[in-house]
């Protein structure tokens, strides 16, 4: 099992900046890679930016330039610069692995982002 507790989030104008957290816990030596995912009202849940444990990302369209993830031992980051309306969404975290040969995903429970003045 690995539990994750996301943080960070709140109310900022546009071209602000927010900076999410999300710390893991349980089996993390098991998380091969985690990511930030966002949901806004009447929309499907999509990717923002993933990290594996090699360090390598990958952002949505959206986002890059803007945002940059980050991780180190079991806390992941999300830097988000240059905040827009069409950011607002509620954030969640991932993390994917095998245990024992079996594959895993979990999720944490969501910090709300909202952009606006």
């Known amino acids: 099992q690995v539990q994750l507790v996301e943080s960070g989030g709140g109310l900022v104008q546009p071209g602000g900046s927010l900076r999410l957290s999300c710390a893991a816990s349980?089996?993390?030596?098991?998380?091969?890679?985690m990511g930030w995912y966002r949901q806004a009202p009447g929309k499907q849940r999509e990717l923002v930016a993933t990290?594996?444990?090699?360090?390598s990302t990958n952002y949505a369209d959206s986002v890059k330039g803007r945002f940059a993830i980050s991780r180190d031992n079991a806390n992941m980051y999300l830097q988000m610069n240059s905040l827009k309306p069409e950011d607002t969404a509620v954030y969640y975290c991932n993390a994917a692995g095998f245990v024992a040969g079996a594959p895993f995903v979990f999720w944490g429970q969501g910090t709300q982002v909202t952009v606006s003045s």
């Open positions: 990290i594996t444990r090699g360090g």
């Open positions: 349980g089996v993390i030596f098991s998380i091969n890679a």
